[in-house]
T-cell receptor, first 114, second 113 residues
């Protein structure tokens, strides 16, 4: 499968715990995005990487959230001290560089904070 | 101003019928308008997209109609099939040079056999 891969697919955690999600983009894509989707809503932009540089962060990304993309390949999204409001589907997408090109989404990581 | 308003919230269409989903926006800086299809448990997948320099784009059974003056765009699914049953999202890109998409709230389409 050469699509965007996310791991894990599902994560249940207790409130206050830290969680980390991984995204492996399509190999030749130098742009990577994280979105969050809550039940019954459309995805909301969280952050964007061009290669290893994080170039844009939404105000939705509080201080408890951090994303990295070392070496411009896979990316991780960490949520510290999880809250019940963090329960959502976290989607990763990737695209080729230069201009607006199609973003390919992964299947997402479903986070449930209990 | 960054919102994209989508309607209806849900839609039931008979097999072979036409499904129509509408979206409206306020931000005139939006310059790329994709539609995504999402099945349960899956990520969104791009169906078709349009830029504001054209009023219509057709790909197979899917057509986007775009009205720049009214700041509205719509998705038409011709000859709707049960396999089209999914949630559809319109989106818009505010001319950032990358995919900082603003999504609508989605339309759950059910095509009855």
């Amino acid at each position: 499968d050469t699509g965007v891969s996310q791991d894990p697919r599902h994560k249940i955690t207790k409130r206050g715990q830290n969680v980390t999600f991984r995204c492996d983009p399509i190999s030749e894509h130098n742009r990577l995005y994280w979105y969050r989707q809550t039940l019954g809503q459309g995805p909301e932009f969280l952050t964007y990487f061009q290669n290893e540089a994080q170039l844009e962060k939404s105000r939705l990304l509080s201080d408890r959230f951090s994303a990295e993309r070392p070496k411009g390949s896979f990316s991780t999204l960490e949520i510290q001290r999880t809250e019940q409001g963090d329960s959502a589907m976290y989607l990763c997408a990737s695209s080729l560089g230069q201009g607006v090109t199609e973003a390919f989404f992964g299947q997402g990581t479903r986070l449930t904070v209990v | 101003q960054q919102q994209v308003k989508q309607s209806p919230q849900s839609l039931i269409v008979q097999k072979g019928g036409i499904s129509i989903i509408n979206c409206a926006y306020e931000n005139t800086a939006f310059d790329y308008f994709p539609w995504y299809q999402q099945f349960p448990g899956k990520g969104p997948a791009l169906l078709i997209a349009i830029r504001p320099d054209v009023s219509e784009k057709k790909e197979g059974r899917f057509t986007i109609s775009f009205n720049k003056s009214a700041k509205q765009f719509s998705l038409h699914i011709m000859d709707s099939q049960p396999g089209d049953s999914a949630t559809y999202f319109c989106a818009a890109d505010p001319n950032t040079g990358f995919q900082k998409l603003v999504f609508g709230t989605g339309t759950r389409l059910l095509v009855s056999p």
